[in-house]
């Protein structure tokens, strides 16, 4: 089970940190992801991290602003987002699978957490 948490209202240009604890089983040999879906649109991928913290893949447009990382001995990993825009308000994902951009390798979703941007 993912549990993700952090999500809240921010204003433009503000910033928030996203949690996803994981627990049940042990996620430390899992790749884990954080996708978004925003309203009227499909879900997609944000950013994902490779079982051991080593490897990060970001979509472009989060690039240099938003940070993945995972505590393996808490079975937690994080999203740090700064300079957050209006048109990332969505609900965030977190995934765990295999490492890849695509939803269908992730086996493991949490229920999603949402993100507000105002302007």
């Known amino acids: 089970q993912l549990q993700a948490s952090g999500g809240g209202l921010v204003q433009a240009g503000g910033s928030l940190r996203l949690s996803c604890v994981a627990s049940g089983r042990t996620f430390s040999s899992y790749a884990m992801a954080w996708f978004r879906q925003a309203p009227g649109k499909e879900r997609e991928f944000v950013v994902g991290?490779?079982?051991?913290?080593?490897?990060?893949r970001y979509a472009d447009p989060v690039k240099g602003r938003f940070t993945i990382s995972r505590d393996n001995a808490k079975n937690t990993v994080y999203l740090q987002m700064n300079s957050l825009k209006p048109e990332e308000t969505a609900v965030y994902y977190c995934a765990a699978g295999a490492y890849s951009l695509r939803e269908k390798m992730y086996t493991y979703w949490g229920q999603g957490t949402q993100v507000t941007v105002s302007s």
């Open positions: 991290i490779n079982w051991s913290g080593d490897t990060t």
